[in-house]
């Protein structure tokens, strides 16, 4: 898995739409969805950096590291 987006979680903590936040840090919906949805491959740090400004959060509220488990069961 890797890095987790939880930024539904955090939307939902704050009672923000996608909308609104989309409005907030100047992104469209389009790409928005595609972070909150774990299907963004990057992310620039002055994105993060408006998400988390708008959603008054620090990174780590946003992102999460989950090891990856191995083919073998290690």
Same mark, same amino acid.
């Given at each position: 898995?890797?890095?987790?987006?939880?930024?539904?979680?955090?939307?939902?903590?704050?009672?923000?739409?996608?909308?609104?936040?989309?409005?907030?840090?100047?992104?469209?919906?389009? @790409?928005?969805?595609?972070?909150?949805?774990?299907?963004?491959?990057?992310?620039?740090?002055?994105?993060?950096?408006?998400?988390?400004?708008?959603? @008054?959060?620090?990174?780590?509220?946003?992102?999460?590291?989950?090891?990856?488990?191995?083919?073998?069961?290690?």
């Amino acid at each position: 898995m890797g890095i987790i987006v939880n930024l539904d979680v955090m939307m939902a903590k704050r009672k923000m739409s996608l909308t609104d936040l989309a409005g907030k840090v100047d992104l469209t919906l389009a @790409n928005l969805s595609i972070l909150k949805n774990n299907k963004a491959r990057a992310v620039r740090f002055s994105t993060l950096e408006a998400i988390c400004k708008a959603l @008054n959060c620090q990174p780590g509220d946003i992102l999460e590291y989950v090891e990856e488990e191995t083919a073998m069961g290690d």
